[in-house]
Structures are given as C-alpha cells and as structure tokens.
C-alpha cells in the first residue's frame, strides 16, 4: 500500500511526547516522502513544533469538553490518512479515515521501557529494525539564546539541575540538592538550574547556599529554549520529570532520581541514561552518596569511549 499521508498520535506530557519520538522518526525513515500531521497537547506540540518532517500539528485540549475530542474529530474527519498511528488509548484512531490503523491493540511483544512499548506498536511495518533515539528540535533563536546564556562557559564542565516534578512525593528535598552540589563543587565550573515558574523557590534555596556559581532558568525559558541551553551540560541530575528526558534528547547523560514511579520504563532513553530509586519507592531515601557514585560512572564511561 502506497503510503503518501499520515496521522501521528503522541502522548500529553512532554517527556511522555518525547518518548514517542522513535517512532515518528521511523515512520519517516520508512516513508520518507509521506507527510505526517501529529496530534499533541498543547505543551508537548512544543516537542514537535521544528521537526523537519512534520505536516501539521493538530492540539487536544484536554481541558475542553469532552477532553476535546469532539473539537478534534471536527477538525481530523475531513482528511483521509493511509496510515494514522495512535499510542494514546483513548480510541480515536478508530473514529478518523484511515486506510490502515496502528494502535496499541497492535502492539507486538517488546521490552519493558515505554520507548520500546511504544516501537511495539509499529513493530508489523518497521521490522524489529534498531531503535532511533529520542530527539527534540530546536530553532535558530533557541540555539542563540543558549549561546547568549552560556556565554564563556562553553567547554566548561557545566551541571545541570532539574529540582522540581509535577508532585511532591517525586521532589528530592532541597537540602540534598545543596549537599550534592557542594561535594561536587570539585568536579563542575558551574551549575545550571532548569524548570518551571513552579519550580523557582526549590532553586532559589538552592542558589544562596550552593558553594558554585548557580545560573537559575527556573521559570525563564521555553522548553526548546531549555533543550538549547541542556545540551551544554556535561551531566544532568534530576527528578522523574520531562526534563531528564529533554536532556538525553540532546546528547546529555543523565541521572534521574526516583521515589514512586518505574525507573526500568520511564527513565530517559539513552545509553548514557542512570536512574536511582529511594528504597520503600520514597525519594527522601535516595543518598546523595549513591547520586555521586552515578557520576562517577558516566565520567569512567565517558573516558572510555
């Protein structure tokens, strides 16, 4: 079947939407010249917007009625798709003109990561091929404001720090951050901390007392403009968050801390990824001791290579 028009149905958070990115990127390594539309929301559209190979991007707003699929469906049904390919489970690919449809009732048997589940979705057309990496792109004023940043830094050792996450029990406290940065203060020239608006009182508890420069973005970027300036870092250290994924998109090797969640399926997707979980799934119990000896492998790994 000649496939000429797709439909790309991502997920909602932004680390979630980057998961998904393998696929997008081998539905376009299968079909080069088709055009794909994806559907996002309206924050995780962010993670598509300069992809090079996109069509259209289409938002669902989950705060409309009916979780905007009904605005949605007006907008979709009028187009006819060769291949929709849906990793959410709310059902909407069967509601669209589609030739073919793939969808997680298609799913072939995969690993325990979301990446892999995700490529199980379209494993029956790409063939059990290698896994394209997670990727984000960025624009030419995200990668000048980056470099506006980071100014003279660049080539330093530079760390970076995701202190908040969409819950408290996913935050590592405060005063283990401090510590962390402080036993480190040998290691790194300086520290970059990234967020959102609400994530600037952890940073500012971890700007006075911090024993290096702090450079605080906390609520100051978009999230290109966070990917642009991430991909200085020589390490990022983080909360089970979309920032440690927006890191291993561009390059970064990370380490993501965990009290609840599955680090074996959600960390970042990256050989050069780490996690540590906090004992009874609480991040309190994650040691600031552990985080280090986690960054002394990426350096031995990284010398190595």
Known sequence: MLINKILFISLSNVGDA???????????????????DIVADRRSSEVFLNCPFRGDIFIKNKKSFLRGVPELLGKLRTRQYDLIVDLRTDGLAYLLRGKKKLTKRHRGETGSHAVQQHMGVIGSIYNNRPIPDCRIWTGQEDENFARSIIGDM?????????????????????????????????D??????????????????ITAPASMTV??????????????????????IGNDSGLGHLAAARGVPTITLFGPGEPDRYRPWSEMSQSVCGPGHNIKNVKVEDVIKCVSRIRDKMDNT
């Open 154 to 186: 660049n080539g330093k050792q530079i760390l970076a720090l995701g202190p908040g996450a969409n819950s408290q029990k996913k935050i590592w406290p405060v005063e283990n951050y401090i510590a962390l940065v402080n036993k480190l203060s040998g």
């Open 188 to 205: 790194f020239d300086k520290v970059i901390l990234v967020g959102n608006r609400q994530d600037a009182a952890l940073a500012k508890g």
């Open 215 to 236: 450079l605080d973005l906390c609520g100051r970027t978009t999230i290109l403009q966070a990917a642009a300036v991430l991909q200085y870092a020589n390490v990022f």
């Open 18 to 36: 980057i998961m998904t990115t393998p696929v997008l990127q081998a539905l376009h390594d299968n079909y080069k010249d088709a055009t794909i």
